[in-house]
Structures are given as C-alpha cells and as structure tokens.
C-alpha cells in the first residue's frame, strides 16, 4: 500500500536553476520527511516537517505542506550538479502501536553542469 | 561512528538457497526495519523491531524471518529465495519507535540477486 507519490518521475534541470519536486498521499499524517538517495546508496534525511506546519526551511531546501489537499513540494534553490539523485517523501502516521514511515515511489533529478 | 552497516553488499543466490542479511547499528537505536526497493515501486516495509526480542510484520512479509536478539542486531534471513526476491534490501533504524518525529538512518544496501 503505497501512501505517497511523487511528481514527477523524473527532472532534469540546468545548474542554477530551481528544482520543484511534489508529493502526494492518501490518509491522515503526522509528519512527511524527505530523503535523498545517491545512486547505490542509502537514502539520507533532509527535512521533516509537522502536519501541523505549512513551510519549513533548511539552507537550499523549502518545503510545504499542504494538509487540506494531502500534498506536500520540496523545492530545491539553485540547484548544483551534486543535487544528482533520486528524491523520495516519507509518511508517518501515529495511529498505531508503532509508527511506520511509509515511502513514496521517488523523483529522478538530474542537474546538468 | 559507523552509523548502520550492512553486509554483504552484493549476493546472488539460486532459487531455493537460504541466505542472511546482516544488520548492525551503533547508535543505541531502539527502532530497527528493512526494506526492499525494487524499480518504480519506492521502498517497501519488510519487518520492523521496536526493541530486543520484538518483531513485527511490515507491508511483504512473506518469504522473509527477522529476529532482534540485542539493541544492535537485526538480521533478515531468506528462508528459500526466489527471483522474485531480487531487491536492493536496506536496513534502517531510528532512536525511538513512536511519537518523536526521529528520522530514519540507512544502511547503504545490499543487491540480492536470485537466478
């Protein structure tokens, strides 16, 4: 049961210029986090933010939730060829008797030089 | 600080040999779990621990066991592997299991492949 997806599945962008990557998801959250993953590695956290928050910054990452419309955009702020990498939205839900961050299918974000 | 290691990085198997995937964490992280990402599919929850001696099913389940002996360990043994199981497997743990908005760490993957 995939919660999140994201758009679009792939971007190529030129250096410089700003990447906007959306997610969207079914059911009621707590949080949304989003991960970066380098090709062949593991994915690493960026930035989380709280159903209860509309933006958040961190450096060159600006992200939004949106609850009324379950979506949330990160957008990355003149972009560097190292942003290269697959962009994934995670969601937490604290319904249960454990929480579990349930991931979406990924953003391709290519940043030519 | 080693953060999560997983070992081996690569593995092929035949269909119906029995393998583990090691897992070890070095932060005192009391929420360890595996996933497996296959293309166009994200990552999908395997088993998850909560702590020492507590396991849990994720979302695919099936084909796989898990066990949590000590805070540090958490291994994931495929009982008799199938192509279908061919994956990239990633282990993850966080500080806690609930309620703190903790991020998770990854481990940087093994790729199973079973011919």
């Known amino acids: 049961s995939q919660q999140g997806e994201e758009d679009p599945q792939a971007l190529s962008i030129q250096e410089g210029e700003n990447a906007t990557m959306n997610c969207s998801y079914k059911?009621?959250?707590?949080?949304l986090q989003w991960y970066r993953q380098n090709s062949g590695r593991g994915l690493v956290h960026l930035i989380l933010?709280?159903?209860?928050?509309r933006e958040k910054h961190s450096g060159r990452l600006r992200v939004t939730l949106d609850t009324s419309k379950k979506s949330s955009s990160l957008l990355i702020t003149a972009s560097r060829a190292a942003d290269t990498a697959s962009y994934f939205c995670a969601t937490e839900n604290y319904g249960g008797a454990t929480n579990k961050l349930i991931f979406g299918t990924g953003t391709l974000l290519a940043v030519q030089p | 600080n080693a953060g999560v290691t997983q070992t081996p990085k690569f593995q092929v198997l035949k269909t119906g040999q029995s393998m583990t995937l090691q897992c070890a964490q070095d932060?005192?992280?009391?929420?360890m779990s595996w996933y497996r990402q296959d293309p166009g599919m994200g990552l999908r929850l395997i088993h998850y621990s909560v702590g020492a001696g507590i396991t849990d099913q994720g979302e695919v389940p099936n084909g796989y066991n898990v066990s949590r002996s000590t805070t540090e360990d958490f291994p994931l043994r495929l009982l008799s592997a199938a192509p279908s199981q061919t994956s990239v497997y990633f282990c993850a743990s966080r500080r806690t299991s609930r309620g703190t908005d903790s991020p998770l760490h990854f481990g940087n993957g093994t790729r199973l492949t079973v011919t």
């Open positions: 059911t009621s959250i707590n949080n």
């Open positions: 932060m005192n992280h009391e929420y």
């Open positions: 933010i709280r159903s209860n928050e």
